[in-house]
């Protein structure tokens, strides 16, 4: 294995019916896919639809929200990390729920 290969280890295809297990919406994050992001992803955590997440992990439950408009000194939004139940689906995709 690479240390290319490291990033996208856990992570599926952008192809694929399952999003990735870790996602995240910053650039400069090796766990950032611009294909994944344009097709959209939905995000339960705690039984509730989330559309703040800066980024998730749903083998390690948790995401990352905005801490307010607080920005670091890199323009940056200030993060805090939850923990709980996360589960991820792709918004093209229609849910029976």
Do not use: C
Not at 53 to 67: C, D, L, P, T
Not at 73 to 89: E, F, M
């Amino acid at each position: 294995m690479t240390d290319n290969d490291t990033a996208t280890e856990n992570t599926a295809p952008a192809g694929g019916d399952t999003p990735p297990d870790r996602l995240s919406t910053n650039p400069g994050s090796p766990f950032f896919d611009m294909e994944v992001l344009k097709r959209g992803i939905g995000i339960r955590f705690k039984d509730r639809v989330r559309n703040d997440v800066e980024e998730y992990s749903i083998s390690e439950g948790w995401i990352r929200v905005a801490a307010g408009k607080t920005r670091d000194r890199h323009g940056q939004p200030l993060t805090i990390k939850l923990n709980g139940p996360v589960s991820a689906w792709y918004e093209d995709q229609k849910q029976d729920d």
